[in-house]
């Protein structure tokens, strides 16, 4: 358990988990560094994503890797949508109010998964599933290492989006000051849909690399969503390179602490660095204090 080989393939198979779990905490932390609230609906937005890679699967013949082409902008529509029609228009300005829509659109959106697919638990078979990489020391699971490359490039694409385009200067300008940007010109209602949109694509793209080896029902998103809080917290609230670094890190955190205590104990350490972080740094590695 403690030979070099055996740790060192731990954290590479923490970093593939890690990949994952940034670009849901990824999403997250965009609509809270823009909009400054928590979206409850993540979790409920990544199981009706899951259950759409089900569906292209089984009723389309669709690969999980092929469909990300078409739910990841399903996705950033239904997100755009949702803001614009509907967390917009019932929140009237207030903060406390897009808590409470974001909440109810979760408990509608699981009960509406529970009466179309019922509690059973769902899964894929694709050929690769269990093709792995040989490096020698150790075995990489491949759809793992294909999620790795896609979470970073994705990564990567997002953060050439805020910095390079004007759409992303926009985005960054109204996270900042609102009513500057908006006296500047900028629409703040269709940069906060976009920035919602964006995290929903965000997760529909998680969706696509989780379901070739996990399974889905009415409740899964809730569990990475939760890893998620922790991963943001921990990067600091609405920082994208925290959220990053903080996604791989938890990763490790998580695959370490499932070899040495047991698989069902492999979280025990993400809520420990949870608990510090909320005592020691509560701004977060990367967070700005108010």
């Known amino acids: 358990m403690f030979a070099p080989d055996i740790i060192f393939a731990a954290v590479l198979n923490g970093l593939m988990t890690g990949s994952v779990y940034a670009l849901i905490a990824l999403g997250l932390t965009l609509v809270y560094g823009v909009l400054h609230i928590i979206n409850f609906a993540h979790g409920a937005t990544l199981t009706a994503a899951m259950f759409a890679v089900y569906v292209a699967h089984t009723v389309f013949k669709l690969d999980p890797y092929i469909a990300l082409f078409i739910v990841t902008p399903l996705f950033f529509g239904l997100g755009y949508g949702v803001q614009r029609f509907i967390i917009g228009p019932a929140s009237h300005g207030e903060d406390r109010n897009i808590l409470l829509v974001t909440l ?24 690769y599933a269990f093709s792995s990489i040989d490096l020698g020391f150790t075995f990489l699971a491949l759809p793992r290492v294909l999620a790795f490359g896609v979470a970073l490039l994705v990564a990567l694409l997002l953060g050439l989006l805020l910095t390079r385009t004007d759409t992303g200067k926009a985005i960054r300008a109204v996270a900042r000051e609102k009513t500057g940007a908006a006296l500047a010109g900028i629409d703040v ?14 997760v529909a793209i998680a969706a ?83």
């Open 208 to 290: 696509c690399l989780l379901m070739p080896t996990f399974y889905v029902t009415p409740r899964a998103g809730n569990a990475f969503v939760l890893v998620a809080f922790t991963i943001v917290v921990l990067g600091g609230m609405g920082s994208i390179p925290g959220a990053l670094l903080g996604a791989l890190f938890i990763g490790v955190v998580e695959s370490l602490c499932g070899l040495f205590f047991g698989e069902s104990l492999g979280q025990i350490g993400i809520f420990l660095i949870f608990i510090l972080v909320l005592l020691v740094r509560p701004t977060g590695l990367f967070g700005a204090r108010a």
């Open 189 to 202: 209602a269709h940069i906060y849909a976009v920035t919602f949109g964006l995290g929903a694509a965000c």
């Open 104 to 127: 109810g659109l979760s408990i509608l959106i699981e009960n509406a998964m529970l009466a179309i697919f019922r509690s059973d638990t769902r899964s894929i078979d694709v050929p």
